[in-house]
């Protein structure tokens, strides 16, 4: 409850520090905020659509971080699924099998990307910690390259893909609000991660990992290998969110597709104290600041790249709390 | 490219990589440089502007210390380096792209920063690969730092707090990472772009564990990546490369990428506190 209290009072006092400094009025500020986010049944759903990415991005850390292998890369897993499930899609005829088709294909290519530093780290010993933060910018790259490239639109004017032909688009039950199935697929991943982790071999394998590496070797785990496997398991989720947010959201690839949810999702997993019911109401959480980001930058004139700020400094200070 | 061409590329990575090198040394593994950095390029272009180019290095050198110190702050109350570096990367990424998107809405522009004439930047870094050299093997602050690293509880024996230590050194890391950034804006680009740091605080990060936190080979490995990427530019200028722009922007980090899977995982590790916070024994 303590942590809870902690990140709100960050994001309200940061929050308000930035409002003051870019010299709005902080009752407007906060009225817009609010109504942005919570306002009309519209905006409910932007703020569950926002949360969409961020609960992916934040399971995917938090399985990781549970296992004990710091995964910093769901951006780049994110940004590789996305890529993957345009591709994937725009390649194959459009009909019914086209939404499962770009799922599909972004989780495998999140899993591969994560995959490259779960074996560099299992079999080259080289620290994910850098592997992954390396594969994020070379993913960033990818993407610009791509848009650019191979996957540009057909009339080649802008950096952006082609849209995807409707059949691919996930359903959105209530129109014109932008809520969609990717939000409940993220619910029903929370609910397998939940039963995962307690209740197999498996969960207590990674459990166990992570918090008594040594204690856990002495048992016969084979724990290189089992954190090699949370790592690939959490790029698929961090995959899948791309895939996600591209048949759910915007439809197409374009630069800057993320503005940073694989960071994000750090903020949220550490938030959720590393549990994935908690993960997704703070993942709704953060997904309600973005929204609200929306309304300041609108009303206020708040960047919305402010909301980065607010989330490294409820990292920081989660960080500095959880060892004490 | 000529030798000092080279030179003003690497030199923003020379800087942030010795100053990761003294806090690695000390024990901290500050993955946070990257925003730290762009602090320094922050400052750096605000100041300039206005006063000239020597006051925009000093204000970077203090805005990355502030920085450094806020990490430093953190990680004594014995938070996760990894964590806690990672918070500060949005930190310095959010709060420079704040800070320089409200400004471009008031008329500040980024561009034209007033440049310094080539030599002090880069000559200092390659002068500061010797100081640090000498600082951490032929001194007793050094002797004491590098203990921090190993040992801190021995530290702590012989009767000097080793949280105070590394505060210390991270201090004056943050100082040469904002000097980093400042060798970015003031000499390498001339301007102020969000996000321009482009990885390098990460690219310091891979150096310092290539060179085996010794400072030379750090120094050699810098240099060589600075070149191969400058290389790589001059080729597109050209026009000889077929490799697309963007993909050459991907250049440093795959290379770097590479370097860590062939270079065989060795016996000889970084220092043995080397990312472990240190709580004070009761």
């Known amino acids: 409850m303590r942590r809870w209290l902690l990140a709100m009072a960050v994001i309200a006092g940061a929050g308000l520090v930035v409002v003051l400094a870019v010299g709005a009025d902080p009752w407007q500020a906060l009225g817009a905020a609010l109504a942005s986010a919570f306002g009309s049944p519209v905006a409910v759903q932007e703020t569950l659509a926002r949360t969409t990415p961020l609960l992916w991005c934040g399971l995917a850390v938090a399985l990781a971080f549970r296992a004990g292998v710091w995964n910093i890369g769901a951006e780049g897993q994110l940004l590789a699924g996305a890529t993957a499930a345009t591709a994937a899609v725009l390649a194959v005829p459009a009909g019914p099998w086209s939404g499962p088709l770009g799922l599909l294909a972004g989780g495998l290519a999140g899993a591969a990307w994560a995959g490259i530093a779960a074996a560099l780290r299992l079999w080259r010993g080289v620290n994910e910690v850098l592997s992954t933060i390396l594969l994020n910018l070379i993913a960033v790259a990818g993407v610009s390259w791509a848009v650019h490239g191979p996957l540009q639109e057909a009339a080649r004017t802008y950096p952006q893909s082609d849209a995807i032909p409707r059949a691919a688009w996930l359903w959105r039950p209530f129109p014109p609000g932008r809520l969609n199935l990717g939000f409940l697929l993220a619910l029903a991943a929370t609910g397998l991660l939940v039963l995962a982790l307690r209740r197999t071999g498996w969960g207590l394998e990674i459990r166990a990992g992570g918090d008594s590496p040594e204690t856990a070797r002495v048992c016969g785990i084979r724990v290189e290998r089992v954190q090699a496997g949370a790592l690939v398991l959490s790029g698929l989720l961090a995959g899948l969110g791309g895939a996600v947010e591209l048949t759910g959201m915007t439809h197409r690839l374009f630069e800057r597709f993320s503005p940073g949810w694989g960071y994000s999702g750090i903020a949220v997993a550490l938030l959720g104290g590393l549990e994935p019911v908690a993960t997704a109401v703070a993942a709704a959480l953060f997904g309600a600041l973005a929204a609200a980001s929306g309304g300041l930058q609108r009303v206020a004139g708040v960047p919305t790249v402010a909301t980065l700020l607010i989330q490294g400094l409820v990292i920081i200070v989660l960080a500095a709390r959880r060892q004490r | ?282």
């Open chain 2, 1 to 282: 490219m000529s030798p000092a061409e080279v030179l003003t590329a690497a030199a923003p990575l020379l800087w942030a990589a010795l100053a990761e090198l003294l806090g690695e040394r000390a024990g901290v593994l500050n993955i946070g440089i990257e925003g730290v950095m762009l602090s320094g390029c922050l400052a750096a272009a605000l100041t300039a502007t206005p006063l000239g180019p020597w006051w925009g290095l000093a204000a970077a050198a203090v805005a990355g210390c502030l920085a450094n110190l806020l990490f430093a702050m953190v990680i004594a109350s014995g938070a996760d380096q990894v964590v806690a570096g990672t918070g500060m990367v949005l930190v310095g990424a959010g709060l420079t792209g704040a800070i320089f998107r409200s400004l471009q809405a008031r008329g500040f522009s980024g561009a034209l920063v007033p440049t310094l004439p080539w030599g002090p930047l880069e000559v200092g870094a390659l002068v500061l690969v010797a100081l640090v050299w000498w600082f951490l093997q032929r001194t007793r602050a050094g002797l004491i730092v590098r203990a921090c690293g190993e040992n801190p509880d021995a530290v702590a024996a012989a009767g000097r707090n080793p949280v105070t230590v590394r505060v210390a050194v991270l201090a004056v890391a943050g100082g040469l990472v904002g000097v980093g950034g400042a060798a970015l804006v003031l000499r390498a680009a001339g301007s102020f772009v969000e996000g321009m740091t482009a990885g390098r605080g990460f690219l310091a990060l891979a150096l310092v564990l290539l060179g085996r936190w010794r400072p030379l080979p750090i120094a050699i490995g810098t240099v060589l990546l600075g070149a191969a990427t400058g290389f790589q530019f001059h080729l597109q200028g050209l026009g000889l490369a077929g490799v697309p722009y963007q993909l050459l922007l991907a250049l440093p980090y795959v290379l770097t990428l590479a370097v860590l899977a062939l270079v065989p995982p060795s016996r000889v590790g970084g220092p043995a506190a080397l990312g472990k916070a240190y709580q004070r024994q009761r």
